[in-house]
C-alpha cells in the first residue's frame, strides 16, 4: 500500500562502483523527482520527469542518470561513486489539481560511499 | 528567484506550551507556500499549504502556519506542543516557472516532557 517506495533503504558500496536506486510510486502522479538529503540536512532537487520526459536537471554531474521506463518508475543510476555522493536520496512524486505542489516522498536510500 | 528562510536551526518548547518554527519567504509574483514535516528515517510528509485565501492555514496534526505578507512570513504553530511532533520541518516554496519545490534548510523541533 506504500505510495511511493524505493528501494534499497541503505547502501554501501566502495568509492568507483557502479550503484542503482529504484523508485515506484502507484498513486498515479505523472511527475516524479529524485532529492539529495546531505548530513546538514540540507535537500537539494536533483531531478524532475513528467510522464517519463527529463524535464528539470539541476546540473547534476554526468555520472547520475535517472531512467524513467514509465510514469510509475523513476530510478536513479550512479557511476564511479565518489566520497562525496554520500547522501540519503528521496525520490518523490507530485499531486495534481488542488495539490499541485504536494510531494509525496519515498523514506529514502542511505548511501555510504567508503 | 524563489527562496525560503528557517532562521533558526533548533526550537526547543516544553510540551503543552505554544510553538511556532519560523519561514520568511521571498519571491517574484504570487507565493505557494507549504510546510513538510520529516520524521527521523522517513521521507518528509506534507503538513499544509498556503496558495490563496485566508492568512491562518490549518493542515495536519494540529498544525496551523500563518501568512503575512507585509513581513514575508509564513511561521508554522501550533497552541500545544506534544512531545510526538520532535521532528524536522521545512518550509517550501513553488517555483512557478520550473515547478519545482525549493526547501529552506529546515529547523528541528524538539519537544521535552
Known amino acids: 500500500d506504500t505510495a511511493v517506495s524505493q528501494t534499497p533503504k541503505y547502501l554501501v558500496t566502495q568509492m568507483g562502483n557502479d550503484k542503482s536506486i529504484k523508485c515506484e510510486q502507484n498513486?498515479?502522479?505523472?511527475?516524479m523527482y529524485w532529492y539529495k538529503q546531505d548530513s546538514k540536512k540540507f535537500l537539494k532537487i536533483m531531478f524532475s520527469?513528467?510522464?517519463?520526459?527529463?524535464?528539470i536537471n539541476e546540473t547534476v554531474p554526468n555520472r547520475f542518470s535517472p531512467k524513467s521506463p514509465d510514469k510509475a518508475h523513476l530510478n536513479l543510476h550512479i557511476n564511479s561513486l565518489e566520497l562525496g555522493d554520500s547522501a540519503v536520496y528521496f525520490c518523490?512524486?507530485?499531486?495534481?489539481?488542488?495539490?499541485?505542489?504536494?510531494?509525496?516522498f519515498g523514506s529514502g536510500t542511505q548511501l555510504s560511499v567508503l | 528567484a524563489q527562496s525560503v528562510a528557517q532562521p533558526e536551526d533548533q526550537v526547543n518548547v516544553a510540551e503543552g506550551n505554544p510553538l511556532t518554527v519560523k519561514c520568511t519567504y521571498s519571491?517574484?509574483?504570487?507565493?505557494?507556500l507549504f510546510w513538510y514535516v520529516q520524521y527521523p528515517n522517513r521521507g518528509l510528509q506534507f503538513l499544509l499549504k498556503?496558495?490563496?485565501?485566508?492568512?491562518l492555514v490549518k493542515g495536519s496534526y494540529g498544525f496551523e502556519a500563518e501568512f503575512n505578507k507585509s513581513q514575508t512570513s509564513f511561521h508554522l504553530k501550533k497552541p500545544s506542543a506534544l512531545v510526538s511532533d520532535s521532528a524536522l520541518y521545512f518550509c517550501?516554496?513553488?517555483?512557478?516557472?520550473?515547478?519545482?519545490?525549493?526547501f529552506g534548510t529546515g529547523t528541528r523541533l524538539q519537544v521535552f516532557p
Open positions: 518523490a512524486s507530485r499531486g495534481t489539481g488542488e495539490f499541485r505542489g504536494k510531494l509525496f
Open positions: 498513486l498515479g502522479h505523472d511527475t
Open positions: 520527469y513528467n510522464n517519463k520526459e527529463l524535464i
Open positions: 519571491v517574484s509574483g504570487n507565493p505557494y
Open positions: 498556503y496558495i490563496t485565501g485566508d492568512n
Open positions: 517550501a516554496v513553488r517555483d512557478i516557472g520550473t515547478d519545482k519545490l525549493i
